[in-house]
């Protein structure tokens, strides 16, 4: 009888550390740009405890509202085949950052922008969130508070309850620094809101 090697599906997982990050993944901001801001937090599952190896990809509109993006974050060294990571001069519109052995991470990037295509919506950041536990990997958002007005009209927003929103309203901890944690799933009887989690048809 051939014995076969067992699927994804029949393994233990998470494998992103194998193949997905890279080099300054969360590095989107061009090095010395003057208007970045730093979003920084930690992400946290049902009982209350970091995730040490989640990972997460961020999306967002270039300065201009475009949602082209740039190449440069996969370039590789011609002799080993590694990963070099971004050219660090272009906004390439991407990052993706694992969690560190904490639950945290850190992403360096430009003041969000609507996108052109939709200008009804309050500046943002699309997240899209992989860990373990999860079959499918979950999208929320992050916005800033400083766009209190544009965030009152933002089609999304209008439609949750204040504690709710309020999941997806990044907190400012000091000049060009947000706080934004993601909480995969209320703890129970606990203080926190689980994160607003978007599905998409």
Known sequence: MTELAPTPSQTVGPFYGYALPFPGGGELAPVGHPDAITVRGTVYDGAGAPIPDALLEFWQAGPDGSLTGAPGSL???????????????????????????????????????????????????????????LLHHLYTRVYLPEHAEANAADPLLAQLPPARRATLVAQPERPGVYRFDIRLQAAEGGPHEETVFLEFR
């Open 75 to 133: 370039r590789r060294d011609p002799v080993t085949g590694a990963v070099l990571g971004r050219t660090g001069v272009d906004f390439t519109g991407f990052a993706r950052v694992a969690t560190d052995a904490d639950g945290g991470y850190v992403l360096r990037t430009l003041p969000p922008v609507p996108p052109a295509s939709r200008p009804d919506a309050a500046p943002h950041l699309a997240v899209c969130v992989f860990a373990r536990g």
